[in-house]
């Protein structure tokens, strides 16, 4: 199960503030152990869950004031085999120029 924050964050609202009540009482129904936020076995799904929360992808800000970061997955196949994270120094619609 995820986090409050993790899910203000999937809806892009900011993650600051107290936790929601109603949050709060389904975490209790729902969780068996609250420190690995392990789901009660009635409440787990036997196969992968296709309406699952997904995370969308922004664009590059145009503001050069803001330093942004980006992941990149490099893959082998159809496997992703690592993640790299960089820090973007130019930006233009086409290539993305970045640093360590």
Not at 12 to 19: F, H, I, P, T
């Amino acid at each position: 199960m995820i986090l409050w924050q993790q899910l203000k964050l999937l809806r892009k609202e900011s993650s600051k503030g107290r936790q929601a009540s109603w949050f709060k009482i389904i975490e209790e129904m729902m969780l068996e152990n609250r420190s690995n936020r392990q789901l009660k076995p009635e409440y787990m799904i036997p196969n992968e869950n296709k309406k699952a929360l997904q995370a969308s992808l922004d664009s590059c800000s145009r503001d050069n004031r803001k330093r942004e970061w980006i992941v990149l997955k490099s893959l082998k196949g159809k496997e992703a085999t690592s993640l790299t994270i960089r820090k973007v120094v130019t930006y233009t619609p086409k290539k993305v120029l970045t640093e360590y």
